[in-house]
C-alpha cells in the first residue's frame, strides 16, 4: 500500500500498450479463484482487495484510462453472485468523483440534507466538491470522464440494477451471524449504493433526460423483472418523480392565475 502512490506517479511515463497490459493483469489478479476475497469474518474484504482497489481508482481519476473492460468484470461478478468486487465501484466513484458513502452526520447536517444539491454538497464535501474545493485540481475532469465510460459502454444501467440487488441481498446472504458485522456490511453496501446514484444522478454530469433514457429502468421492470424491492426503486425514480410534479405544477400555475382573476 505505500508503494501506490510512487507507482502512480511512474505511470506517467507509461506507454498505451503497457496501460493494457496492466489492465490486464489487474483483471488476472482479481479473477484468481486462489485470493482469499474476505476476511475471516466473512465481511470486511481481505487486505489485497482494498489496496487493489485503491490503486485502481487512483490511477483512473489521475489518468485517462478507459475503465469499461474493468467494469464488465464487475458486472460478471456480481451476475454470478460475487459482491466482493462492490469496493472496485466505491474506489472508482470515490477517487474519480470524490462522492464518498455518507460519514456519521451531525443534527445540523442532517437538517441540511433536506436541501437542494448545492446545499447537500456544502453540508458533506465542501472541500472536494464544494465551493472550498482546489480549482486547480488536475482530476477536475475525472467524474466527466467516469459517467462517459458509463454511458457509453452502456454499463450504467446494468450497474445501477446489479448494485441495487446486492443492496437488497447482501444481509441475506453473509455468512455471519454477528449482528454488528452484518450490520456493518449493510451499511457498507448501502453506502456504495447511494454513492452511486449521487454520480448517475448530479445534474451536471447527467441530465434528467438523459437519466430517464439511459440510466433508469423501467420502473414496472425493476419490480417485476428484476425483483427490487419498492423503498429502493422509489430512491433510483425520486429524480424523475420531481420532474414530473414540477412540469404539471408549471402548467396548473396559468389555470390557477385565471381562476383569481
Known amino acids: 500500500p505505500n508503494m501506490t502512490s510512487v507507482l502512480i506517479t511512474a505511470l506517467k511515463f507509461v506507454l498505451n500498450m503497457g496501460v493494457d497490459v496492466l489492465m490486464h493483469t489487474i483483471i488476472t489478479i482479481l479473477s484468481s479463484p486462489y485470493r482469499e476475497r474476505y476476511k475471516p469474518d466473512g465481511v470486511n474484504p481481505s487486505d489485497w482487495l482494498i489496496n487493489l482497489s485503491k490503486f485502481i481508482g487512483a490511477m483512473m481519476a489521475k489518468y485517462t484510462v478507459d475503465p469499461s473492460n474493468l467494469l464488465q468484470y464487475v458486472m460478471h461478478q456480481f ?19 470524490y462522492i464518498e458513502p455518507l460519514p456519521s452526520l451531525s443534527d445540523t447536517q442532517v437538517r441540511i440534507m433536506s436541501g437542494g444539491p448545492l446545499l447537500r454538497i456544502e453540508a458533506v464535501a465542501s472541500r472536494t466538491r464544494g465551493a472550498r474545493a482546489d480549482p486547480h485540481d488536475k482530476t477536475a475532469h475525472a467524474p466527466a470522464r467516469l459517467v462517459r465510460h458509463l454511458l457509453d459502454s452502456t454499463m450504467a444501467q446494468p450497474l445501477l440494477i446489479q448494485i441495487a440487488k446486492l443492496r437488497q441481498e447482501a444481509v441475506k446472504s453473509t455468512r455471519n451471524t454477528q ?5 456493518s456490511l449493510f451499511d457498507g453496501v448501502h453506502g456504495v449504493f447511494l454513492q452511486y446514484l449521487e454520480l448517475v444522478q448530479t445534474q451536471g454530469l447527467v441530465g434528467t433526460e438523459v ?7 423501467v420502473l414496472r421492470e ?7 424491492e419498492a423503498e429502493i426503486c422509489m ?3 425520486r429524480p424523475l418523480l420531481t420532474r414530473a410534479v414540477k412540469v404539471r405544477f408549471s402548467s396548473l400555475i396559468p389555470k390557477l392565475g385565471e381562476r383569481r382573476g
Open 79 to 97: 451476475l454470478g453472485g460475487v459482491g466482493s468486487e462492490i469496493i472496485i465501484v466505491r474506489e472508482l466513484v470515490e477517487r474519480m468523483s
Open 211 to 217: 437519466y430517464a433514457k439511459e440510466v433508469a429502468p
Open 222 to 228: 425493476l419490480g417485476e423483472r428484476y425483483g427490487i
Open 235 to 237: 430512491q433510483i425514480f
Open 179 to 183: 449482528l454488528k458485522s452484518v450490520a
